[in-house]
């Protein structure tokens, strides 16, 4: 079966400008989480939603917003761009209930210039 | 606040070699524990996912552990091959009513042939 799918693969944006990254997860997976990773920071949790409603969030600013759609398909939105907001980022779903396996999707890269 | 530490950062081995990646986490309060891969620019792929009840896991050549009153995952790799070369992320699960995931920095591995 399908695998998670982001897209675009690839961004190039500048300063101030804002961003939209959109995650499709797996058939059935009605949890979608997203990730940022740096080389400094490492994997950093942004926010989950399940079944259209955020469940939880990481401690990220209000730049960073994110939708789930009904067919569980998720959206990422980045607000007034930085320089520091460059970086991979990561979609996962999962079932949604506890103890659920994580699939990631192959990210996108973001970089602000 | 739950950390996650992976020791060590990077590791150099021969092909062949038997291999343990470590990882600890300060709080004993899981819900699971997961360890994946990730190459180069790429996402993660999920290895293995032990349950908190749960002492280890296999897949293939892969063994992962959970000690979970001392903090501790081992994941150990048998005969190592060229093409395990990659980046090894444990993460924890860290609460009940979602899936959002703690990372380690990772440990980067190279087997040569």
């Known amino acids: 079966k399908a695998g998670v799918t982001q897209t675009p693969r690839y961004l190039i944006k500048t300063r101030g400008q804002q961003v939209t990254l959109s995650c499709s997860p797996i058939s059935g997976h009605r949890s979608v989480s997203w990730y940022q990773q740096t080389p400094g920071q490492g ?8 079944s259209e409603t955020q469940r939880n969030k990481g401690n990220f600013p209000g730049r960073f917003s994110g939708r789930q759609f009904s067919n569980s398909r998720s959206e990422m939105n980045v607000s007034t761009l930085e320089l520091g907001d460059s970086a991979l980022y990561l979609c996962a779903s999962s079932l949604g209930g506890q103890g659920a396996e994580a699939f990631f999707g192959q990210g996108t890269r973001l970089t602000v210039v | ?5 992976q020791i060590p950062a990077a590791l150099s081995v021969p092909e062949g070699e038997n291999l343990v990646l470590n990882c600890s986490f300060t709080d004993s309060a899981i819900y699971n524990l997961q360890w994946f891969r990730q190459d180069p620019g790429k996402g993660l792929t999920s290895l293995l996912l032990i349950q908190s009840s749960q002492r280890e896991q296999t897949s293939g050549r892969l063994n992962a ?7 501790r995952s081992t994941l150990y790799i048998a005969a190592s091959q060229p093409g395990d070369s990659a980046t ?3 993460a924890v699960r860290r609460s009940q009513a979602g899936t959002a995931l703690i990372f380690g920095k990772g440990t980067t591995l190279s087997v040569s042939s």
Do not use: H, I, N, P
Request: proline content about 0%; glycine content about 4%.
């Open chain 2, 65 to 71: 552990s959970l000690d979970k009153s001392s903090g």
């Open chain 1, 43 to 50: 994997l950093q949790f942004l926010f989950e939603y399940f």
């Open chain 2, 88 to 90: 090894y992320l444990c």
């Open chain 2, 1 to 5: 606040k739950q950390e996650v530490t």
